[in-house]
């Protein structure tokens, strides 16, 4: 099927020349390495590793050590460390760092919850190897320390946190002392980003090997504050085997495929991207997404107007052309010229049977289509019949839902508390790439893959910028970048020209910014 991404292929194809040339892996783990590991990966990725010859000791010695000098950055030596620790290997960990803080002139003091004789396996090793005093935490765990050390949960947390550990996270949070989380803030689900109770709001949190869903998707991504990716011995073919299906949306992911204009090429190479206007009262949206088409690179845009609004778009379009469309058979017969490879239909379109119709003729067609805005409102009360008519087309299908649009879709997906899980369920019942928007932006494909991006700046929250991100994935299909890619690319893209115009943004600078975005990712 057409929307089949090929981002899991390619990364896996990439690992493979890694593992050909272990010459040209580089030493330390780069910062922007893109796969994350749920938990429960990660909970392999640690068994493999033990499998492989390396002591489950070892890793928590080198997690403890991560910890340790993230620590030494925050404090200086002589400084007061109260190090939290829970009942599982994140205390474990936390055990490490104290001992090591320790024999570097720091003065630790331990907090567990539970009891120092239930701890099990290489915790119970590193807590027997601590010889200073464990106390119980109280109110005041923090008095008199320049930092705190949560090691209270990670990847186990596996229910809500109440009683005394939720008692000790509420006064390290209201102690105001700078706090370092090991792996992950206790209390913020890996998988998910979601709060489980109660949660460490951290200032810097340490996590190994990979990244987490949880650390980039929301209220996670705020809490975990800054991040430290540690490698603490794992073998980079344990990815192969565990084969990740989500990645933080960066340029390493698509940025070979992203079109670039050819010096031998012609602008008929690089597609016709059609954008359907609104009525008379709303033809702004339109021209901002074909405008942002355009500067991505689509050769030809044309605007399909409404006979009312078409004076109103002429009069504004330039470089543009503008189209007079007779409703939804207007629709299919400007369609019908296959030039006109992809389609952007919704912004500002209206609500209602007039809609469905359009959205129906768009999707009749032979186009890739961006479906946006009031294309998908129109639908809620018919979602299956959108999403038959996209699964029985052979061209691509997008859908931009924010998180509104989104439940009026899907409104059983709510339950979910993971916004991967919510994407990835629409994208596999509808038969589309689902572009879930947000601060943390997810991009799931009917496969499962699926993207977190953590670039958008708070700006970016401004009347319009969502159209002008379907008229930027709709621009990239026009240049035949498939649609995964192309939905993925182009919301990394917005964010970033979003961040290149900084405060004061508003939609119409969008656009504007894209040369200058995509002249640094095409490097001197
Ligand atoms: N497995 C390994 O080989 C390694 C693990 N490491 C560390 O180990 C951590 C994972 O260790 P664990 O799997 O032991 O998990 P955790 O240490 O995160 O917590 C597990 C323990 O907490 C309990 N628990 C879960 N939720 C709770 C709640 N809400 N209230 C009270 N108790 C709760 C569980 O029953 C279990 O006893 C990672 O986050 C990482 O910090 C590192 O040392 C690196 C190596
Ligand atoms: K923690």
Same mark, same amino acid.
């Given at each position: 099927?057409?929307?089949?991404?090929?981002?899991?292929? /390619?990364?896996?194809?990439?690992?493979?020349?890694?593992?050909?040339?272990?010459?040209?892996?580089?030493?330390?783990?780069?910062?922007?390495?893109?796969?994350?590991?749920?938990?429960?990966?990660?909970?392999?990725?640690?068994?493999?590793?033990?499998?492989?010859?390396?002591?489950?000791?070892?890793?928590?010695?080198?997690?403890? /050590?991560?910890?340790?000098?993230?620590?030494?950055?925050?404090?200086?030596?002589?400084?007061?460390?109260?190090?939290?620790?829970?009942?599982?290997?994140?205390?474990?960990?936390?055990?490490?760092?104290?001992?090591?803080?320790?024999?570097?002139?720091?003065?630790?003091?331990?907090?567990?919850?539970?009891?120092?004789?239930?701890?099990?396996?290489?915790?119970?090793?590193?807590?027997?190897?601590?010889?200073?005093?464990?106390?119980?935490?109280?109110?005041?765990?923090?008095?008199? =320390?320049?930092? *705190?050390?949560?090691?209270?949960?990670?990847?186990?947390?596996?229910?809500?946190?109440?009683?005394?550990?939720?008692?000790?996270?509420?006064?390290?949070?209201?102690?105001?002392?700078?706090?370092?989380?090991?792996?992950?803030?206790?209390?913020?689900?890996?998988?998910?980003?979601?709060?489980?109770?109660?949660?460490? #709001?951290?200032?810097?949190?340490?996590?190994?090997?990979?990244?987490?869903?949880?650390?980039?998707?929301?209220?996670?991504?705020?809490?975990?504050?800054?991040?430290?990716?540690?490698? &603490?011995? !794992?073998?980079?073919? &344990?990815?192969?085997?565990?084969?990740?299906?989500?990645?933080?949306?960066?340029?390493? #992911?698509?940025?070979?495929?992203?079109?670039?204009?050819?010096?031998?090429?012609?602008?008929?190479?690089?597609? !016709?991207?059609?954008?359907? +206007?609104?009525?008379?009262?709303?033809?702004?949206?339109?021209?901002?997404?074909?405008?942002?088409?355009?500067?991505?690179?689509?050769?030809?845009?044309?605007?399909?107007?409404?006979?009312?609004?078409?004076?109103?778009?002429?009069?504004?379009?330039?470089?543009?052309?503008?189209?007079?469309?007779? /409703?939804?058979?207007?629709?299919?017969?400007?369609?019908?010229?296959?030039?006109?490879?992809?389609?952007?239909?919704?912004?500002?379109?209206?609500?209602?049977?007039? =809609?469905?119709?359009?959205?129906?003729?768009?999707?009749?067609?032979?186009?890739?289509?961006?479906?946006?805005?009031?294309?998908?409102?129109?639908?809620?009360?018919?979602?299956?019949?959108?999403?038959?008519? *996209?699964?029985?087309?052979?061209?691509?299908?997008?859908?931009?839902? !924010?998180?509104?649009?989104? +439940?009026?879709?899907?409104?059983?997906?709510?339950?979910?508390? +993971?916004?991967?899980?919510?994407?990835?369920?629409?994208?596999?019942?509808?038969?589309?790439?689902?572009?879930?928007?947000?601060?943390?932006?997810?991009?799931?494909?009917?496969?499962?893959?699926?993207?977190?991006?953590?670039?958008?700046?708070?700006?970016?929250?401004?009347?319009?910028?969502?159209?002008?991100?379907?008229?930027?994935?709709?621009?990239?299909?026009?240049?035949?970048?498939?649609?995964?890619?192309?939905?993925?690319?182009?919301?990394?893209? !917005?964010?970033?020209?979003?961040?290149?115009?900084?405060?004061?943004?508003? +939609?119409?600078?969008?656009?504007?910014?894209?040369?200058?975005?995509?002249?640094?990712?095409?490097?001197?």
């Amino acid at each position: 099927m057409a929307n089949n991404s090929s981002i899991g292929i /390619e990364w896996a194809e990439r690992f493979e020349t890694l593992l050909d040339n272990p010459g040209e892996e580089p030493a330390a783990i780069a910062p922007d390495a893109p796969d994350l590991l749920t938990p429960q990966e990660m909970g392999a990725a640690d068994r493999l590793a033990v499998a492989s010859g390396v002591r489950s000791s070892a890793l928590m010695e080198r997690a403890g /050590e991560a910890v340790a000098a993230v620590a030494e950055s925050m404090l200086p030596p002589g400084g007061r460390v109260a190090v939290l620790a829970g009942p599982g290997n994140n205390g474990g960990d936390g055990f490490v760092a104290a001992r090591l803080l320790t024999e570097r002139g720091y003065r630790v003091a331990v907090f567990l919850i539970g009891d120092r004789d239930s701890l099990k396996g290489d915790a119970s090793l590193m807590a027997r190897a601590w010889k200073g005093p464990i106390e119980a935490p109280g109110r005041d765990l923090a008095h008199g =320390a320049g930092l *705190i050390i949560d090691a209270l949960f990670g990847a186990g947390l596996d229910r809500p946190i109440e009683g005394a550990a939720a008692a000790a996270i509420e006064a390290a949070n209201e102690s105001r002392v700078p706090i370092l989380a090991v792996d992950l803030p206790s209390g913020v689900d890996g998988a998910s980003g979601a709060i489980l109770g109660q949660a460490i #709001l951290a200032t810097e949190t340490v996590t190994f090997f990979r990244r987490k869903p949880g650390h980039l998707l929301m209220p996670g991504r705020v809490l975990a504050g800054r991040l430290t990716l540690a490698d &603490i011995g !794992h073998d980079l073919s &344990i990815l192969h085997d565990i084969g990740p299906m989500a990645f933080h949306n960066s340029p390493t #992911l698509w940025l070979d495929g992203l079109p670039r204009p050819q010096l031998d090429g012609h602008k008929y190479d690089r597609g !016709h991207a059609l954008v359907v +206007s609104g009525p008379i009262t709303g033809t702004g949206a339109a021209r901002l997404a074909a405008r942002a088409a355009l500067r991505i690179g689509a050769g030809l845009v044309t605007v399909a107007s409404p006979p009312d609004a078409i004076v109103a778009n002429a009069a504004q379009l330039t470089a543009i052309m503008v189209m007079r469309m007779y /409703e939804a058979d207007g629709l299919a017969e400007i369609l019908a010229d296959h030039r006109k490879n992809a389609v952007v239909i919704g912004p500002a379109l209206g609500v209602g049977d007039g =809609a469905i119709a359009m959205v129906s003729a768009a999707l009749d067609s032979d186009a890739a289509t961006v479906v946006d805005a009031d294309g998908l409102t129109s639908f809620a009360a018919t979602p299956d019949s959108l999403f038959m008519r *996209i699964k029985g087309r052979g061209a691509p299908v997008v859908l931009t839902p !924010h998180e509104g649009e989104f +439940s009026r879709l899907f409104p059983d997906l709510g339950i979910l508390s +993971s916004k991967l899980d919510r994407a990835r369920e629409a994208a596999m019942r509808s038969g589309a790439v689902v572009v879930l928007k947000g601060p943390d932006t997810v991009v799931a494909a009917p496969d499962g893959i699926a993207t977190v991006a953590d670039n958008a700046p708070a700006d970016l929250a401004t009347a319009g910028a969502g159209d002008v991100l379907a008229g930027m994935i709709g621009g990239l299909m026009a240049q035949q970048m498939p649609a995964f890619e192309a939905a993925t690319a182009g919301v990394w893209l !917005h964010g970033a020209a979003a961040a290149h115009v900084g405060r004061g943004l508003i +939609s119409e600078d969008l656009p504007e910014a894209l040369p200058a975005v995509l002249s640094a990712l095409a490097g001197p």
